[in-house]
């Protein structure tokens, strides 16, 4: 989507191994959210973000923590990798293309082996 | 917090047939409801959205209709073509500046050629 780029898009790694998955803007925007989908729970919001080193936890935070030292760029690291944490990311700003409601990036497919 | 459901999972119409999806909320204070549209290997797209202060919404082939009183709301797809095959997700959120969206389940929607 246009303003919104997310990396890297396909990563496999191993249970117990730090990761560290990029969201990147270009369009200012304030608001940044962290999302995980999974068969039969839709989108689940892990983090979101209201300014630069202003973030906050959604429902499903544990094992994963966000830094945002820019305004172009909101990280999602899990800590130590588990196999529960396989899942496909999205990055989401709140504007851009999506107007009033939400422009997603195309995703993050993440295995944890 | 804010819960949704979506009803049916997958759905499957003739070509030029109608499609109806639906969704229900528990939290009364949300007033902001997106329609997202995901094709295979994307990240959702916003394809139309209410606010409370409105009972339906059309746009071209698309309508959205909000019934307050009984927290529920649907999706309506008329004409359908191939095209339309993809998965449909329903949100809710308070509208007051950081919107955190609360997504359902999703629904399947395949188009019978």
């Known amino acids: 989507d246009a303003g919104i780029t997310q990396s890297p898009r396909h990563k496999v790694t191993e249970t117990g191994t730090p990761v560290t998955l990029r969201c990147h803007q270009t369009e200012n925007h304030r608001y940044m959210y962290w999302y995980r989908q999974d068969p039969g729970h839709g989108l689940r919001l892990i983090h979101y973000?209201?300014?630069?080193?202003?973030?906050d936890k959604g429902e499903v935070s544990d094992g994963y923590s966000v830094s945002r030292s820019k305004t172009e760029d909101f990280l999602l690291t899990l800590e130590s990798a588990t196999s529960s944490q396989t899942s496909v990311y999205f990055c989401?700003?709140?504007?851009?293309?999506?107007?009033?409601?939400?422009?997603f990036g195309s995703g993050t497919r993440l295995t944890v082996v | 917090g804010e819960n949704v459901e979506q009803h049916p999972s997958t759905l499957s119409v003739q070509e030029g047939d109608s499609a109806v999806i639906k969704c229900t909320y528990s939290d009364s204070a949300s007033n902001y409801f997106p329609w997202y549209k995901q094709e295979l290997g994307k990240g959702p797209q916003l394809i139309i959205d209410?606010?409370?202060?409105?009972g339906e919404k059309k746009d071209q082939r698309i309508a959205v209709t909000l019934n307050k009183t009984a927290k529920h709301f649907s999706l309506h797809i008329t004409e359908t073509q191939p095209e339309d095959s993809a998965v449909y997700f329903c949100a809710a959120s308070m509208d007051f500046g950081n919107e955190k969206l609360t997504f359902g389940t999703g629904t399947r929607l395949t188009i019978i050629p």
């Open positions: 973000s209201y300014g630069v080193k202003d973030t």
């Open positions: 209410i606010r409370s202060n409105v």
């Open positions: 989401a700003i709140k504007g851009g293309t999506g107007a009033y409601g939400y422009t």
